[in-house]
């Protein structure tokens, strides 16, 4: 039962890093697009707290892997087809794919107009701006589903 205090406790340890990492990262990215001083210091924030997202992903990915081995162990019924189950997964695809194009798009072109001396001038602002808009809110909403599915079929185990 130690070992499974164990990696429950690093599991909530990954989703603590991960959403709070995109919470903070949407936090500054949404001030950053008012202030020029801050979007031009951002990248080196944005960047420390992706890999801290990547991390808590990356824990959160392993470390349910071997809770549904654990439950499986005991005997409890998982349901494979479980509609919730499946979805979550699915959800953590999603992040994966989105964090994928974050870091490797959207990323990269708020270092290239963090550069300039006027990013907030530049043709390309107004494009990355609404990207970057639309991108949190999906970063926000994907890692809020996926906790909020992952609580359900928890309990779902536990009753």
């Given at each position: 039962?130690?070992?499974?205090?164990?990696?429950k406790?690093?599991?909530?340890?990954g989703?603590?890093?991960?959403?709070?990492?995109?919470?903070?990262t949407?936090?500054v990215?949404?001030?950053?697009?008012?202030d020029e001083?801050?979007f031009?210091?951002?990248p080196?924030i944005?960047?420390i707290?992706?890999f801290?997202?990547?991390?808590?992903l990356?824990l959160?990915?392993?470390t349910g892997?071997f809770l549904e081995e654990?439950?499986?162990?005991r005997?409890?019924?998982?349901?494979?087809g479980?509609?919730?189950?499946?979805?979550k997964?699915?959800?953590?695809?999603?992040i994966?794919?989105?964090g994928?194009?974050?870091?490797?798009?959207?990323?990269?072109?708020m270092?290239?107009l963090?550069?300039?001396?006027?990013?907030?001038?530049?043709p390309?602002f107004?494009?990355?701006?609404i990207?970057?808009m639309i991108?949190?809110?999906?970063?926000l909403?994907?890692?809020?589903?996926a906790?909020i599915?992952?609580?359900?079929v928890?309990?779902n185990?536990?009753l």
């Amino acid at each position: 039962m130690y070992l499974y205090t164990f990696i429950k406790s690093l599991h909530l340890l990954g989703m603590i890093a991960g959403f709070g990492g995109v919470v903070f990262t949407a936090v500054v990215a949404a001030r950053s697009l008012k202030d020029e001083q801050l979007f031009k210091m951002s990248p080196k924030i944005i960047s420390i707290f992706s890999f801290i997202i990547w991390g808590g992903l990356i824990l959160l990915v392993v470390t349910g892997v071997f809770l549904e081995e654990f439950w499986e162990l005991r005997g409890v019924e998982l349901e494979k087809g479980s509609t919730a189950l499946m979805v979550k997964k699915a959800i953590v695809l999603l992040i994966a794919f989105h964090g994928f194009y974050v870091n490797l798009y959207l990323a990269r072109k708020m270092k290239a107009l963090a550069a300039k001396d006027t990013p907030f001038q530049d043709p390309g602002f107004r494009k990355f701006k609404i990207l970057g808009m639309i991108s949190t809110s999906t970063s926000l909403i994907l890692w809020s589903g996926a906790i909020i599915l992952g609580i359900w079929v928890s309990a779902n185990l536990m009753l």
